[in-house]
Nanobody, 127 residues
Framework: QVQLVESGGGLVQTGGSLRLSCAAS????????MGWFRQAPGKEREFVAA????????AYADSVKGRFTISRDNAKNTLALQMNSLKPEDTAVYYC????????????????????WGQGTQVTVSS
């Protein structure tokens, strides 16, 4: 079993930065691919970024490429999302997720593929 808890959200002005963290419990966290998703009011949950269990070759949605960076520290059981050059359209609740696929080198882009989710953290970017 894996439990995920996000933190680091808040209110920031356009062009600012935030760093989201996702703390994972459960000894198998280090084996699982992970991802970040977001959901704005009235919209479906959308893919933001994904990373393999080993941390290599992450993938990003086109809308955040070059501005966001996903990383993980398996020794500390944490996943992070560094968000720079934030825009009002980045406003959403951000969720971290884990896919129960031990040692998979695949990256997963569909929210339905993930097995564990955090409760979400609100990010609001003012114009």
């Amino acid at each position: 079993q894996v439990q995920l808890v996000e933190s680091g959200g808040g209110l920031v002005q356009t062009g600012g930065s935030l760093r989201l963290s996702c703390a994972a419990s459960g000894r198998t966290f280090t084996n699982y691919p992970m991802g970040w998703f977001r959901q704005a009011p009235g919209k479906e949950r959308e893919f933001v970024a994904a990373i393999s269990w080993s941390g290599g070759t992450p993938a990003y949605a086109d809308s955040v490429k070059g501005r966001f960076t996903i990383s993980r520290d398996n020794a500390k059981n944490t996943l992070a999302l560094q968000m720079n050059s934030l825009k009002p359209e980045d406003t959403a609740v951000y969720y971290c997720a884990a896919k129960r696929a031990a040692y998979s080198r695949r990256l997963y882009y569909d929210a339905g593929a993930y097995d564990y989710w955090g409760q979400g953290t609100q990010v609001t970017v003012s114009s």
